[in-house]
Structure formats: structure tokens, C-alpha cells
């Protein structure tokens, strides 16, 4: 065996034994109108949900799971391009004769397949109406004019389990399309710094749409502390804070 291949299988080697099992995961099940919904928190932009017998994996990636350990999808849905979203060797291993791929455009161009979704697209997949609506930044930046997720680009998702309607933003900040968002129960959206929004922002965007629940995710090192206490007058929702840096 040659020194790069010897490096390379060491190198995999570690990181399956460092990746979290299952077990180490957080869990929450919701009830909804037909069945229970499971939800699990794998980190970063990362998720897993469990529904009926079915299983969905939202931007699946090997840095926060080993997925040969974890079940096989029925349906994966990739918001973007980023390396911390589009993983095509953890999208593989959780990859069965008939699961349905569903990316954006740029994503379709690295994996060479797929079903690609545009923002306003709406479509029935595996059961589940999906809708994929906008997610980018108007004021974070790379350089004056390149912001750090254009408009057109990356997709949040709604997906309807029953009668809940889930809401998993991607990539994004307090967008004006948002508001568009109508009879949401429970959001992830994402607070980190300088690629998405403040705790302010998603304050902004939870005051708009209004979910019963809302999950910070995708979060890195920004204090949940302060969404928590910008939200600490609505009534009407439930802030959740799980292991998703």
C-alpha cells in the first residue's frame, strides 16, 4: 500500500471513530394530525426527520455524523453548495435504490444528478409537499457586491408532515419574501456570523411568520441567550435551543 493510500485510510479511519453515534444526538417527536414527527438535531445546517417510515436528511454532511450508521433516505434536501451542506460522500452513503435527491442548480452540477428546485417551486416528493423558497443575504458580504449567499441561488425548504408545516431556512438572512410564509409551525433558522443573521434578525423573522416553535440552528458560536431574550414577550412561541453549532 502506498504512503497516500496508507494516510488516506488512517485519515477516514479516525473520523468515523470520532464521529458521534446516533445515540449522541438530541431528539424531540411532535405530535401532528397523522402520526408522530421525530426530529434530530445532528448539528450545524444538519438534520434528520423521522415520519411515519419515512426518513428525510436536510443537507447531510460526514463532519457532524458518521452516516454509515445513520438510517437511509427516502428523501435528501440540499440547500446549497457550500462544502458545509453538500456532502457527496455522506449523500452516498445514505443513498438507496429509490431515494429521491432534491438540490439547487449549483448542487446539481457537483453531483451530476438529482432533482433540481428554484426558488417558488412547490412539488410532491415521497408523500411530502416541499416548497422551495428563497435564502439569501442582502447585508452580509464578502467584498463590496458579493454577498455570502446571492439571491437565486441556495433554497430554504417547507415541508408538510401531516398538517405541520416545517420550515428549514438554509442559508439566509431576514429576507422580504418571508413574510410570504404563511401558517409555519416550526422554523430552524440560522444565526451565525458574518454568513447569516444576528439574534436580531431572526427575532425580526419569527415576529413575521409567527411558529409555534423555533429553533435556532446552524448557530457557530453566537449567544442563543439573546434570541431568547429578544423573544421573551411572544407568547405564542416556543424557543427551543439544541446542539447545533
Known amino acids: 500500500m502506498c504512503i497516500l493510500s496508507l494516510v488516506a485510510n488512517l485519515s477516514l479511519l479516525l473520523f468515523i471513530m470520532s464521529a458521534p453515534a446516533p445515540s449522541q444526538f438530541e431528539t424531540d417527536t411532535l405530535a401532528t394530525s397523522q402520526g408522530d414527527l421525530k426530529i434530530t438535531f445532528i448539528g450545524h445546517g444538519t438534520l434528520m426527520f423521522q ?6 436528511h436536510v443537507d447531510p454532511v460526514g463532519q457532524y455524523a458518521d452516516y454509515s450508521k445513520l438510517p437511509k433516505a427516502d428523501l435528501i434536501l440540499v440547500t446549497h453548495e457550500h462544502f458545509d ?6 449523500i452516498e452513503r445514505i443513498t438507496k435504490k429509490d431515494t429521491q435527491l432534491v438540490l439547487t442548480a449549483a448542487c446539481a452540477k457537483q453531483m ?5 428546485m428554484k426558488n417558488g417551486d412547490a412539488k410532491t416528493l415521497k408523500g411530502f409537499k416541499v416548497e422551495a ?24 425548504y417547507v415541508i408538510t408532515f401531516g398538517k ?29 456570523l458574518p454568513y447569516t443573521m444576528t439574534p436580531e434578525m431572526v427575532a425580526d423573522v419569527v415576529k413575521v411568520i409567527k411558529p409555534k416553535i423555533v429553533y435556532p440552528y446552524h448557530f457557530g458560536d453566537t449567544d442563543t441567550s439573546q434570541l431568547v431574550r429578544l423573544l421573551k414577550d411572544e407568547k405564542n412561541v416556543e424557543v427551543r435551543i439544541r446542539k447545533m453549532k
Do not use: S, W
Open 112 to 116: 451530476g444528478h438529482g432533482t433540481v
Open 85 to 90: 451542506h453538500l456532502d457527496k460522500q455522506a
Open 51 to 56: 415520519f411515519g417510515r419515512k426518513v428525510i
Open 164 to 192: 405541520k408545516r416545517v420550515y428549514v431556512a438554509g442559508d439566509t438572512e431576514n429576507v422580504p419574501e418571508m413574510a410570504k410564509l404563511k401558517n409555519i409551525d416550526i422554523a430552524f433558522l440560522p444565526m451565525n
Open 133 to 156: 423558497v428563497p435564502a439569501y443575504n442582502v447585508v452580509h458580504m464578502r467584498a463590496p457586491g458579493k454577498p455570502f449567499h446571492p439571491k437565486g441561488v441556495g433554497n430554504g
